[in-house]
């Protein structure tokens, strides 16, 4: 059996009842999904998130066939933090400082947003790149990769990444085209692509899917957003993230396992290994 993983997920998201939560997660082990990164968008949501795992693993028992849950923390530049970012900042820190490495293996997602936040609504750009740059300072300090949240600004980002060069971690739900992917990877960063890469219209995300270095290629659903073909305009979850795989797949022509395989080395040499 291919084995998945999907490397961005929220799974709060997807609101389910622990009991649903479990059959779910067997079935997606049963299709072969054997990791998911479950990735953070407040300061706050991180032990919420960690006691819904516990929960969901101490009432399975004995049941063993469930996907390995990995974490991430961070603050998606919302209005809300955005105008209080050192007290959103500091929030998060006092969550992530005692969760163990092996657990908690990301910052993120944070970054830029010039579609939702722009000069002409408002926003104070200024803040939302300080609310960025505090969170690559915390992965800096605290040795994590961090998962980029970047539409729409990719120069912007770009300038932002630079400002760390001791920090990496991937572009999630890469939204640009093969011009963008050679910046970022050449500053040595990671690219994920979302199930909107099998859009009809998705012409350019699939060159630059094309373009991507396969040793720095990621695969996610961005889970409960962007459903893939044939599964658009359902509730994403990542047990879709086949339909990414086996895209790509043909996309590298490479063997879907061989591909699957590759995705896996890096995704563990990105977040998994110290």
């Known amino acids: 059996m291919i084995q998945y993983i999907d490397s961005h997920a929220h799974l709060a998201m997807l609101d389910f009842q ?44 004995a049941q063993t066939n469930l996907p390995r849950l990995y974490f991430s923390a961070g603050i998606w530049p919302s209005e809300e933090a955005i105008g209080d970012w050192k007290k959103h900042i ?19 997602e944070c970054g830029l947003d010039r579609h939702w936040n722009r000069l002409d609504k408002g926003s104070n750009l ?9 969170q690559l300072d915390l992965a800096h300090r605290y040795g994590l990769p961090v998962i980029v949240h970047s539409r729409d600004a990719a120069q912007e980002t770009l300038e932002v990444l630079q400002d760390f060069p001791g920090v990496l971690g991937v572009i999630h739900c890469f939204s640009y085209g093969p011009q963008e992917v050679a910046s970022f990877l050449e500053q040595g960063w990671y690219i994920s692509f979302a199930g909107n890469v099998t859009y009809k219209n998705a012409q350019e995300l699939r060159e630059a899917l094309q373009a991507t270095d396969i040793t720095r290629l990621l695969l996610e659903t961005d889970s409960p957003y962007l459903a893939p073909v044939p599964h658009r305009g359902k509730k994403a979850n990542p047990s879709m993230v086949q339909h990414q795989y086996e895209l790509a797949s043909r996309i590298k022509n490479m063997p879907l396992e061989d591909l699957a395989r590759q995705v896996a080395r890096n995704f563990s040499k990105l977040f998994i290994q110290p």
């Open 90 to 108: 500091d929030e998060l820190e006092s969550h992530i400082k005692n969760v163990p490495r092996d657990t908690l293996v990301a910052i993120g």
């Open 18 to 61: 622990t009991d649903t939560y479990i059959r779910l997660m067997n079935d997606w082990a049963n299709l072969g999904l054997v990791s998911i990164l479950d990735v953070g968008t407040t300061a706050k949501d991180l032990k919420d998130r960690l006691a819904l795992w516990e929960h969901c693993r101490t009432k399975s028992g």
């Open 126 to 134: 200024r803040c939302e790149r300080e609310l960025f740059a505090a």
